[in-house]
């Protein structure tokens, strides 16, 4: 038992470290429930699917609960990073205060909160990013039957989340860095692992699509690729793209950035710190030193190079782990580790707070949400009192300029109310889905003539009018 304890004290100590860190960050989430955009959908498998992640819908469907569970699904995922942080701090062979330090950083940078907000994926995000992460303490192993395993477990991960795609090189050229950045040149061991590494997950990619095809093919959903739509190579001039791109990561990640990316300019100046340090053992080490630091700085920003293209704070899936790696492998010029621990705490409880006011900024929008719509739902029972007693098709035509105060520059998704959106469809999911009003969604292609016609002369909401039914439905203005 003794034995016991000393071999997972360090390993529970990191898991401690991350696990308050993430409930700091997480906790006004984990006690405020959100419903913002796309969560609002009580059904997402077929529609996950289509998106080429039939991973998570399998999950969802026989082992968590569709579409969310208010404070499980974010509290599962938050156990799960929390572990991912202990796999990666082994996979990097941290030492303890520098794990402990690469941990809060990890759970603390905000980019994961951008796909957190999407809480219909939180469980499943979650356990694919411990799954990727242990699939690299495997391939570390070595052999054929490990390499399998790798290729059978990053199947999975890509299923539930394809922007994981490239953690598992990122995690190596990471590896690297933190060995040359301890005086070891390994640019043949890098390039062998880059190469293996790359050639392991393309095997996975091949599975995937393959299998992808045969679920959409079963339910008779189109072939066509999630990211496809993306790809802007051939769809706009090659220097148009490339130039793009270039300004997506330099602007949006490092200039004028998401909000609670702030930060991230460190992750160049630990790159900076390690470069430096490694010109004490001559050109060709620096040379090796830089190669691996440039590689360690686009890894984010890979799939944005691959399609052309910028693409949301959610999918830059290896913004943490690049951050905290750094910053863990770069303070480790500091001599007293108190320092690093003191710095790091600064770090994590700056990303904290950041997290905390994106969540709430949520929490202000759907109150927004929720005031509005139980208005219009009261006037609508007193204009027609028959809508009480069945499943009323009830039209959204328009979107309303709300003004939320504690919406953030750069926040993306965050505190964006369903009725600033636009779309009737969203508007009725969350009136029926939380139990306001048993009302039928309509399309804009459901909206016949005379309808069109009786929403033009129609006055605004909330003017006396702005409600009227038309042919058995009933249109809501909400703008001209």
């Not at 990727?132 to 999975?156: E, P, R």
Request: hydrophobic share 45%.
């Amino acid at each position: 038992m003794k034995d016991f304890k000393q071999k997972y004290y360090e390993q529970f100590l990191i898991f401690l470290c991350a696990l308050f860190f993430s409930l700091i960050a997480y906790g006004f989430s984990l006690s405020n429930h959100t419903i913002s955009i796309d969560v609002d959908v009580m059904d997402n498998y077929l529609h996950t699917i289509d998106l080429g992640r039939w991973g998570h819908a399998i999950l969802k469907r026989f082992v968590f609960h569709e579409p969310w569970v208010p404070f499980f699904s974010l509290a599962f995922a938050l156990l799960c990073m929390s572990f991912s942080a202990v796999v990666i701090s082994k996979y990097l062979k941290l030492n303890i205060i520098n794990s402990l330090v690469f941990s809060s950083l990890f759970v603390t940078f905000p980019q994961m909160a951008y796909q957190l907000q999407f809480s219909n994926q939180a469980e499943t995000v979650g356990l694919a990013l411990l799954f990727c992460s242990a699939s690299l303490l495997i391939y570390s192993s070595g052999g054929i039957k490990n390499y399998a395993y790798f290729i059978l477990i990053n199947i999975f991960v890509i299923s539930v989340y394809q922007s994981f795609v490239f953690l598992p090189v990122t995690l190596v050229t990471l590896l690297h860095l933190k060995m040359v950045s301890d005086g070891k040149n390994t640019i043949n061991e890098w390039v062998k692992d880059s190469v293996t590494i790359s050639i392991l997950t393309t095997i996975s990619v091949c599975f995937y699509f393959l299998i992808s095809k045969q679920f959409k093919s079963y339910y008779h959903i189109n072939d066509v690729s999630y990211f496809s739509n993306l790809i802007a190579w051939g769809k706009i001039g090659f220097f148009d793209a490339a130039i793009g791109v270039f300004k997506f990561i330099i602007y949006q990640c490092y200039l004028v950035t998401w909000y609670g990316f702030n930060l991230y300019f460190l992750t160049a100046i630990a790159v900076a710190i390690i470069l430096i340090k490694s010109v004490k053992f001559g050109i060709k080490y620096f040379i090796t030193t830089a190669i691996i630091s440039f590689s360690v700085i686009i890894s984010p920003f890979i799939l944005n190079i691959l399609i052309g293209s910028g693409t949301p704070a959610r999918t830059l899936s290896q913004m943490p782990l690049v951050f905290a790696a750094t910053m863990s492998i770069g303070m480790q010029c500091f001599k007293k580790e108190e320092a690093k621990l003191f710095f790091a705490l600064l770090i994590s409880l700056s990303g904290c707070s950041y997290v905390n006011i994106l969540f709430y900024s949520d929490y202000i929008s759907e109150n927004q949400t929720k005031i509005i719509s139980e208005s219009i739902i009261y006037d609508m029972n007193h204009s027609y009192p028959e809508t009480t007693k069945s499943q009323t098709p009830v039209f959204f035509y328009g979107k309303l300029p709300l003004k939320n105060p504690w919406k953030p520059n750069g926040a993306d998704e965050f505190g964006i109310s369903f009725y600033e959106r636009g779309y009737s469809d969203r508007v009725g999911n969350y009136i029926k889905n939380t139990g306001m009003a048993d009302i039928l969604q309509v399309s804009p292609t459901d909206i016949n003539e005379n309808q069109k016609k009786q929403l033009v002369s129609m006055p605004v909401y909330p003017d006396k009018g702005y409600i009227k039914k038309v042919d058995d439905k009933v249109l809501v203005k909400l703008s001209e």
